[in-house]
């Protein structure tokens, strides 16, 4: 794994939890059912670095995260990483908004998250201010199903 795509993956797996309750197809999705889905890299921005992209990094990254509570990690269409995860909300302090929480078991970081529409807005919480934007990705057979199949 080259020093970027560790780098990139650290900053993913940095934390996440995964809860989901009953579904009813006539409810709106909570928070977490919106979480599950591919979501396509746009882009990494933190303090001390340029923003990173696909264009400048030249790599596509896909998070999958499934309703079983399983994170994978596919750089340029290759798998390089999994998680089991899980979703919490955290409260700030008084008259502050609930956050939810990603925290990934295995890994010391978690990451704040939010969805809106198609965009997922990951955030570091370990400290280190890294934001990380994606975007939901288009429906496909997944990578793993294309591997078993030899395609």
Not at 8 to 35: H, I, Q, W, Y
Not at 117 to 136: C, E, F
């Amino acid at each position: 794994m080259t020093s970027f795509t560790r780098g990139v993956f650290v900053m993913l797996l940095a934390g996440s939890s995964f809860l989901l309750g009953a579904c009813n197809r006539d409810s709106v999705p909570t928070v977490e059912e919106k979480l599950v889905g591919r979501w396509e890299w746009q882009q990494t921005a933190n303090d001390s670095q340029h923003s990173l992209t696909p264009t400048n990094t030249g790599h596509r990254v896909i998070v999958e995260f499934d309703r079983r509570g399983r994170a994978r990690f596919y750089q340029d269409g290759q798998l390089v990483s999994a998680a089991a995860f899980s979703v919490r909300r955290v409260t700030s302090g008084f008259g502050k908004p609930a956050r939810h929480v990603i925290i990934y078991r295995g890994y010391q970081n978690n990451q704040f998250y939010s969805v809106s529409g198609n965009r997922l807005h990951l955030q570091d919480a370990s400290g280190k201010t890294s934001d990380h934007m994606y975007i939901r990705a288009t429906p496909e057979v997944s990578v793993q199903a294309s591997e078993q199949k030899g395609l």
